[in-house]
């Protein structure tokens, strides 16, 4: 069965940096397309940025692209997300995702980002 497991969440400060880590099994990693996305208690689940099977492309949603990079090596069966200059609104649970047709269709556990003072 597909098993994903999220990593590197916690607490930071306003303008701080956190690396998010996703270990991918039960599946031929190196043939799907891979996503982050993010979700708020009460609200629907928010996509942050996928990557191709590849890795050669990738697309943000607009209030992270510049500041976030989702990147992912295939023999390690990893996909990272590198959040930098994050906000009090990025704050949310991070959730990594296999991606078919554009759309998550199985998802890791998820893993908390707080930013705040």
């Known amino acids: 069965q597909v098993r994903l497991v999220e990593s590197g969440g916690g607490s930071v400060q306003p303008g701080g940096s956190l690396r998010l880590s996703c270990a991918a099994s039960?599946?031929?990693?190196?043939?799907?397309?891979m996503g982050w996305y993010r979700q708020v208690p009460g609200q629907e689940r928010e996509f942050v940025a996928r990557?191709?099977?590849?890795?050669?492309?990738?697309l943000y949603a607009d209030a992270v692209k510049g500041r976030f990079a989702i990147s992912r090596d295939n023999a390690k069966n990893t996909v990272d997300l590198q959040m930098n200059s994050l906000e009090s609104k990025d704050t949310a649970v991070y959730l990594c995702?296999?991606?078919?047709?554009?759309?998550?269709?199985?998802w890791g556990q998820g893993i908390q980002v707080t930013v705040s003072s």
């Open positions: 995702a296999v991606v078919t047709g554009g759309r998550g269709i199985a």
């Open positions: 039960g599946f031929t990693f190196s043939a799907n397309d």
């Open positions: 990557i191709s099977s590849g890795g050669r492309s990738t």
